[in-house]
Structure formats: C-alpha cells, structure tokens
C-alpha cells in the first residue's frame, strides 16, 4: 500500500469497503494530534492547481458522519473535542468532482485491519490476508503499512464478542518502540475495562527480575468498523529479544537457506524446505534429510552438519513449556507425581514430538523436577534437588507475581516456562491477567491466597503453586524477597505511579471502549472509570493484607499451609524438638567452623535425620545413638547473604524408611562467627 501521504491512498467508505483513488488533494493524516493542523493542497501532479471548497466533519466512533460540519477551512486543527471520533474530509471542485477521506482520532496509535476477503476473521485456525495500516499518534510515527494475516487467537476470550486477534506481519518491524519481529497478538481484555492489568503485571514482573512481554495500546478498525480498544503485545515465543534461548525453528531457516543457495532453488523452494523441516526434526539428531524437488522430480540429500555453522545435537534446551489445563496444542505430555497431574504443552517448537529423543528428554527432565517439588525433602527419585532442575529464583518471583496481583487464572492455566541448552528451566513469561487483580465479582477480595489452591479428587490436579510453598525453604526465599519488591509494587498505586500514568493516557479510549463493550454479567460494572477504582481498590487492599502474611517466615509459613490436606507430602504437623549448642537467648556464637544441634526424639519411631540447608543435602540419614542425635553443620553451607535467613530442615525417618517429623529452623549470618537463631 502506498505512503497515506496522498490520495492514491485508501479510503474507507460508510460500507467499509476498501478502495483505491487517484488523488487530486494532498492531506496527510499518517500522525493526526491535538493542536497539529490538518491541511490540505491541491497535490503537486496536478497543473493547473485546481480550487476546491473544504468541509470537514466530525461522528462518534460507530454513527459514522454527523451531518453537521466542524469547519470549511482547507485546513482543520484536532482538539480534544475530536477524541474517540471519525473525521471526514470532503474536497469539492468547480465542477462537483469530490474527493473524500476519513480517519480516526484518538491520542493512541490506529490500526487499520482490512482483510482481503472482507470477512473477520472467527476461528485461530482460519487465518485471513491482509493489511494493516498502523497511524501514528504524538509519541510515535506510523510504523507499518503493508501486508499481513489475521486470525483469532485464545480459548476462553474466543467466546466473548470482542474477539482476540494474532498478527503475522510481512516483514520484521520495530513497533512503537518494541524489538522486531513480525508476530504480535492484539489482545481484547473483554474482562478487563480498565484494559491495565495485563500491562501493570508485565511491568511489575521485569522490574523485579522475571520475564514480561512488552506492549502498549492501540485502537482497532476492522474492515472500515472500530473495534474500540486493544491492548497490542509481543507474542510469547522463542526469539532473541523475546525468551532468548536457541531456537531451533531458525536453525531450519538457516539450514534450508544454505542448501538452496548450494543447489541454486528459488525462494519459494527454501521456504518450503523450511516449512519441512519445521514440520519434522528428525534431522537434529540424525544429521541428514532429503528434499524432493517436485518440479523437476528429483531428491537430494542435506547434511546439516556441513550446511550450517551453528547446528547442534544438544537437545538439551531450545523448549518453550505452556503448563495448561486446556492441553490443545500438538506436541503435548502428563507429568504425574502424587496428586500432581501436570498438563505440558510445546508452545516451541511446535513439531517436537516427531523427535522422539527431544521430546523424551523433556518428558523425563519435567517428571523429575515435579517429582522433586512434591516429595517430603525436596529431592527427586534420582536424589537431586529442585535447584538442580530449575532456577529456583525464577520460581520466587514467577509466585510472588501471580499472588502479588492476585491471578486467579494462574491455578489452572496460562502458565510458561523455558530451558536453553545446558541451562535450567527458568519460569515465565508471566501472562494472562484479565482475570486476576479483582476483575471478576466472584473474586473481587483482595484478600487470600488466590493460587493457593488445595488439590483433591475433585479440585485441581493441575495445580503447581502449592508444591513449593509445602517446602520452608521456598517460603524462607518468598519472605526475604517480598520486601525486597513490595516497595515497587506499591509505587504503582501512588499519584505518579503507573496505575495513574497509564489512565491518563487511556481515558478517553478506554471509556470509549467500555461504552461499546459491557460485560456486566462478569463486572458487575461496566465503565473505565468504575474498572480502575476497582482496581486500586483490589491492589491496594492486597498489599495490605500481604503486609501481615509476610511478617516473617513463620507466619507465611502457617498462612499457606493452613489447609487441611492429607497428601503424603504435606509438612507433618509433628515437630523435631530441636537445640543449639551455645545458643543464647536467640544468639549462637560458632564453635569453630560449624554449627551443632542435637535431636531428642524421645519415644518416637525415629531412628535417623537427613538435614538440608537451603534445599540442599547437608547430612544424610545421620542415625539416633543413646535416644540423641548429635548433627553439625558446617558454617560454609549457609549461602544466604549476610543479614538473610538460612532455611535449615530436618526430616526424621522410622526404620522402614517412612518420614515421621519434619521440622525446620532460620539460621541467619549477622556476621562472620555469629548467627541470628529466627526460629
């Protein structure tokens, strides 16, 4: 499509009907603002200039023109007045031919959808051609004009009118400031007026070390009708500046574009050549395919290892996990522990399971780590911690992001995480928060644990969040590391914070918005503004009563584990009656190098204790002599830094081999030689 600069340009009738033009009139409106004159010349190809009387006028965002103009000047200044309205140009020469072109205001940036077929797209498996014309606003200049394809995208917001969209764009392009690439999502937020929450979760999780996709706002025209408000985001996806580990689509893009150059195929020929390789990775471990050349009939073999540079056989990274209950992608496997029954799905590469040996090792690298998560110690059947699995600081803040913001979604689905090559999995990107921070009327507490939730027969099978918190030391890192990002998360709710920023640029788009969309039956309010209260409300409310849960280790720990389940490796309500040798009031000066406690177990069936500093093994099954059991505890196994707790636990075993007490103690480090004893 050519520049908007001119009337060889699209304009959007009252049908919505797509057409092309040759322009006689000059206006440009690729970045309409507040107080920047619109002004339209007779175009430079036209000789004589010819003389044209002007009228512009101004409608609502679905009554499209209003009969009465706003000016007849051949020149019009937007003012605030012009908001979430349509303006169209009329240009009439001295012999009536006229000229006409339209366009929406807002102080976001547009996007112009126009699909090839004219229909809208319905279902994520129906993609649409087409082009996106994306105006600019005060911040940003057009970015895109060109070719795309369209289709919906979601499970549950696919059953809401305002339908969610994904965007495969021409070419890779820099959008309002975010990093190239050619696939975007445009996300509805039907449940959500205030159209903030997805936003503010994102924020919160890379301001504290966790991964969200970047966005911003944009408004919507499909096929000449506005759509209202749309929250346009990154794409969750392996790439460079997305989930950056190696990608083993671009390994096929690299491959195929090699063997095409070395047989002289065309583009089309690589492209398919890809999509076949894309489609079947029995190559990465074998180190060969074959490309049948259908036009000319003849097959010819490929040897990654001598066409590309950077290929591999390390399938021990490259993955991109979605944890979900909805299990509807290709590649898809159950991981069972206890209770535990994990729904894991591929989200990349998507063909992985015609590679037995790379979906296998998944398999069994997950049912280990989950396997780690729900046993008594902390330690998989291979007796190996959960640090060794997975970046255990990525699992603090995944948590602390979904209950900080009280994301009820993420009990069951909606739920990512990534392993690179000699790497560990590493949890998130964070997503999917429409339904979270007191959306919902049926969840609008501020108050409670929201993805705390016990399993049973008839509960949530799927759930992982309780898991880690049934282990002290996961509560010891939650506690320490809640104050050291509550600060930031309150600094979204003051004056100047985001939650205020963001409104304000929002206001009259997301009014508009909540005029067209009303989903009262979930809000119980179906305004911008309500939306928003509600939300600080719901924040707010949250922090507070986070503030009391978090008070110390203790008191988180007798808040998340307050339920009455039974499961096998729920902590034993039983104590080890612990003692410090040299212990003073609540100090302990170091004897040497190490630390002693002793065990009395008394008339219990115990007969040996394994001890654990920070999830990790310090003494194993160390056995009961004379009715005491007599540990030490050597100083260098305190990692935390100085002035943080130390999770020190101890799990007691009977003869047959069965926990019978677990107990745990908070070893501080004040300075070298001496300990602070929290607990």
């Keep these: 499509m050519p520049s908007l600069r001119l009337f060889g340009l699209r304009i959007l009738l009252g049908l919505g009907c797509p057409l092309w033009a040759a322009g006689w009139v000059d206006l440009d409106v690729t970045r309409p603002r507040i107080g920047s004159p619109l002004q339209a010349q007779a175009a430079a190809s036209e000789e004589p200039a010819p003389a044209f009387t002007c009228t512009w006028r101004r409608a609502g965002t679905d009554k499209r023109y209003a009969a009465e103009p706003v000016a007849t000047t051949d020149s019009y200044t937007p003012t605030t007045d012009d908001l979430e309205h349509w303006i169209k140009f009329t240009a009439t020469r001295a012999d009536g031919e006229t000229f006409e072109k339209e366009f929406f205001f807002s102080r976001l940036p547009v996007f112009y959808l126009t699909t090839d077929d004219g229909a809208a797209p319905s279902t994520a498996k129906e993609p649409h051609t087409g082009h996106l014309f994306a105006q600019g606003n005060e911040q940003w200049k057009s970015p895109y004009d060109g070719a795309m394809t369209i289709k919906t995208r979601g499970n549950t917001t696919l059953n809401y009118p305002k339908k969610p969209w994904k965007l495969k764009l021409d070419k890779k392009t820099k959008m309002f400031g975010i990093p190239k690439s050619k696939h975007w999502v445009l996300l509805a937020n039907y449940n959500d007026q205030s159209m903030l929450r997805n936003r503010l979760a994102a924020d919160f999780a890379n301001d504290i070390g966790s991964l969200g996709m970047k966005s911003t706002w944009v408004e919507c025209v499909l096929n000449g009708q506005w759509q209202g408000l749309y929250h346009f ?316 849960q978090f008070k110390d280790v203790p008191t988180l720990l007798a808040s998340v584990q307050q339920d009455t389940c039974t499961h096998y490796y729920t902590v034993d309500a039983r104590r080890l009656p612990l003692a410090f040798e040299g212990r003073t009031g609540n100090r302990t000066i170091y004897q040497g190098k190490s630390l002693r406690t002793t065990f009395q177990p008394g008339g219990t069936s115990m007969v040996n204790v394994s001890i654990y500093v920070n999830g990790e093994r310090i003494v194993t099954r160390l056995p009961r002599k004379n009715n005491l059991i007599d540990a030490t505890i050597p100083a260098e196994a305190f990692t935390a830094p100085l002035g943080e707790p130390n999770c020190v636990s101890f799990v007691g075993y009977n003869s047959s081999g069965s926990v019978v007490a677990r107990n745990y103690a908070l070893v501080t480090v004040v300075s070298p030689g001496t300990v602070l004893m929290l607990r």
Aim: charged residues 25%; hydrophobic residues 35%.
């Design 233 to 548: 985001c990154e794409q969750i996806r392996i790439d460079e500046k997305r989930v950056d580990i190696h990608d083993w689509e671009d390994d096929a893009e690299g491959i195929a574009q090699a063997f095409a150059r070395l047989h002289g195929l065309t583009a089309d020929q690589a492209d398919e050549l890809e999509d076949q390789l894309c489609q079947d990775f029995t190559w990465v471990t074998r180190d060969s395919f074959s490309y049948h050349d259908a036009s000319n009939q003849v097959t010819r073999a490929g040897k990654p290892s001598e066409l590309y540079a950077d290929y591999t056989q390390d399938i021990s990274g490259g993955y991109l996990f979605e944890f979900s209950e909805e299990y509807d992608e290709r590649a898809k496997f159950k991981t069972k522990s206890g209770v535990l029954s994990v729904r894991t799905m591929f989200n990349m590469p998507e063909f992985v399971d015609t590679n037995a040996l790379m979906f296998n090792y998944c398999t069994n690298y997950l049912q280990h780590y989950w396997d780690a998560c729900t046993s008594y110690d902390g330690y998989s059947k291979e007796d190996r911690p959960i640090a060794a699995y997975c970046d255990y600081a990525s699992m603090v803040n995944y948590w602390l992001v979904m209950e900080m913001v009280g994301n009820r979604d993420a009990v069951r689905k909606s739920r990512y995480a990534y392993k690179d090559q000699g790497g560990k999995l590493v949890w998130g990107p964070v997503w999917d928060f429409d339904w979270g921070m007191g959306s919902m009327r049926v969840d609008a507490s501020g108050e409670g644990w929201k993805c705390q939730e016990t399993r049973g027969t008839t509960t949530q099978p799927n759930s992982v969040f309780k898991e880690w918190t049934d282990h002290p030391e996961f509560c010891t890192r939650l506690q320490t590391r809640y104050w050291q990002v509550r600060d930031r998360f309150a600094a979204m709710l003051g004056d100047r914070g985001l939650i205020a920023q963001y409104t304000n640029y929002l206001a009259e788009a997301g009014h508009a918005n909540s005029a067209k969309w009303d989903p009262d039956y979930h809000l119980g309010s179906a305004s911008f503004e309500a939306d928003v209260d509600r939300l600080v409300t719901f924040l707010t409310t949250r922090l507070a009563w986070l503030d009391t």
